[in-house]
């Protein structure tokens, strides 16, 4: 008999590797107790948060707690159902309505995953005989959604736009195409020069989706994302955002302009065939969501934030994957993963949790660690924050 398990054994290999080396499991962290978005208590140290992907620091925040636990009591603790049998509260309308009010479109549909959005989305309106054309650096769950429609991938070289528009005039005219691109891309940080693949796209005859993940609530005037900030949102076909990053909880969804949006319910398979989220996760999103459309301050601190970290980890020394701060995220790339590993490990004896990213997740192969930072970091943590790099940098000798 066949091994079904084969297939991952250099995997496993590469972690029994690097286990054996003594360094501690970096997928195996557990949080003992969440004292608020920036501080936890890691392996019984207290401990600065810098990956966790709580851009805005929502998740503590005290009226999204209340309409939770109002919900909780109210409506109970799940829907045990489909959006389109009886999954569908008033608690998902107002989520939804509260979506299309902060990005001022038409259409909304929630997700009960950000993957799901994704992969749901893009399976349905791209199917066999059209095309999809993406960033290579995409994330999993745009490829998995080309997969699951079976529609053609065609990728291009990152954030290159000549590339884009050589691709696409390269397809049949009449073909079905959609563009899919990223406001910011989560393993480097850097934004997507959308203004001219939004273009690029139109000129060809192709619609265009975005997703503003590590975007969404940060970016932008109204926190809208990449395509607002470069002033192109009208021009998009379809946005995908999801709630466990500035939103502080868990769920994606789509927001469109598009006349025949709605029909999307009936045949969108991820959506139709997944039990719908928790009457309370839908009323802590629509919570945050209305109050992240008055988060400016929050916002400007954010900015100020990533501004600090970036110049202070690149005067200590270290490579980072940007030249200059274009997000809440910030990479610090390292020469390999054994030393990453150290690295990492080292930030943790620290009291500094980050996230290990390894290939082949990474672009080119490379190992980094990914800091997000969080608006509800003080200037005094950033200051803590660069301190721990410093020690740990030098310790294992990633700087001089």
């Not at 009960?112 to 769950?141: E, F, M, P, W």
């Not at 195409?177 to 959308?194: C, F, H, Q």
């Amino acid at each position: 008999m066949t091994d079904l398990f084969s297939k991952f054994d250099p995997l496993i290999q590469q972690r029994e590797t690097l286990l054996a080396t003594g360094v501690t499991d970096p997928y195996n962290l557990v949080m003992e107790k969440v004292i608020s978005p920036t501080v936890a208590i890691c392996n019984g140290r207290e401990t600065i948060l810098l990956g966790t992907y709580n851009y805005m620091g929502m998740t503590f925040d005290e009226d999204v707690i209340a309409a939770g636990k109002d919900a909780l009591d109210k409506f109970g603790s799940g829907t045990t159902g489909s959006r389109v049998l009886n999954g569908t509260y008033q608690g998902h309308k107002e989520c939804e309505e509260a979506l299309k009010e902060f990005y001022a479109m038409d259409h909304a549909m929630v997700f009960s995953t950000g993957y799901q959005a994704n992969l749901g989305i893009i399976s349905t309106i791209a199917g066999k005989g059209d095309y999809v054309i993406l960033d290579i650096d995409s994330h999993a769950s745009i490829y998995d959604g080309c997969a699951m429609g079976n529609a053609e991938i065609v990728a291009f070289r990152h954030n290159d736009v000549e590339a884009l528009e050589k691709r696409l005039k390269r397809l049949p005219p009449e073909a079905g195409k959609l563009v899919v691109l990223e406001g910011v891309y989560s393993m480097l940080g850097d934004v997507a020069p959308l203004k001219e693949m939004i273009r690029v796209s139109k000129e060809n005859g192709a619609m265009v989706l975005v997703d503003e993940a590590h975007s969404m609530g940060f970016i932008g005037e109204n926190g809208r994302g990449v395509a607002e900030a470069q002033g192109v949102i009208d021009d998009v076909d379809f946005i995908i955002g999801t709630f466990s990053k500035s939103v502080g909880t868990v769920g994606g969804f789509c927001v469109s302009n598009h006349p025949k949006f709605e029909i999307l319910r009936l045949v969108c398979r991820p959506y139709v065939f997944t039990a719908s989220l928790p009457p309370s996760v839908v009323a802590t999103a629509a919570t945050s969501i209305r109050k992240l459309m008055q988060g400016s301050n929050k916002r400007a601190h954010l900015w100020e934030n990533s501004k600090v970290l970036h110049k202070g980890l690149r005067d200590l020394g270290f490579t980072l994957g940007t030249d200059e701060p274009q997000s809440a995220i910030i990479a610090v790339i390292m020469p390999d993963l054994e030393q990453g590993a150290m690295m990492w490990e080292a930030l943790l004896e620290e009291g500094l949790y980050v996230n290990l990213a390894r290939p082949p997740a990474t672009p080119a192969n490379m190992t980094l660690l990914r800091c997000s930072l969080c608006a509800e970091h003080t200037i005094e943590q950033v200051s803590e924050i660069l301190g721990r790099f410093e020690r740990a940098g030098k310790r294992i000798g990633i700087i001089g």
